[in-house]
């Protein structure tokens, strides 16, 4: 543990800020994480069973019925839709259940595009910290005494390199 932190303390400023954007990141997968498995999820196995029984007797109606008691805001949207495009005599299963799906879609992507953000943003603040830390030991070269340079300089490229 005490290597980590020493590791982030030769990384200097960019190495924090780099934390928090790291830290925001696993923040929203959790959340999304969260959001599919519990908040959208639901036991497919009988709800699938229940629609399929109602669609093998022909019965739209009441595999609706089964969409619309449904605790899940996704999958069950998405099958309710498409069974009313169905009622409806819509010619292609497959635009039906793309007409369906680009409904329930927003749902299920929702800040998913944050994460390439934070992902540029994380990589440009790990090359600022690598170009500061450069700077620091060129700096380091040409301004100290001859028996100083050595450390300045490993401590410069340190930073850099821990960036």
């Known amino acids: 543990m005490e290597s980590v932190i020493e590791f982030f303390r030769a990384g200097g400023p960019f190495m924090v800020v780099n934390v928090f954007f790291v830290a ?3 923040a929203v997968v959790v959340e999304r994480a969260y959001s599919l498995f519990f908040s959208y999820g639901i036991n497919d196995k009988p709800f699938v069973a229940a629609v399929d029984r109602y669609l093998q007797a022909g019965n739209i109606e009441a595999a609706a019925k089964v969409c ?3 605790p899940s805001p996704a999958l069950s ?17 497959m635009l039906a259940v793309e007409e369906s799906l680009m ?11 944050w994460l390439w953000s934070i992902a540029n943003i994380s990589t440009l603040i790990g090359l600022g910290g690598t170009v500061l830390g450069l700077i620091k030991a060129f700096q380091a070269v040409g301004a100290l005494a001859a028996d100083e340079k050595a450390a300045a300089l490993s401590k ?8």
């Open 24 to 26: 925001f990141a696993m």
């Open 68 to 70: 619309s008691a449904s």
């Open 77 to 93: 949207r998405a099958t309710r839709n498409l069974l009313k495009l169905m009622r409806n005599g819509f010619e292609s299963p």
């Open 103 to 113: 409904e329930v879609r927003p749902l299920v992507t929702a800040r998913v595009g």
């Open 156 to 163: 410069g490229i340190s930073e850099a390199m821990n960036n």
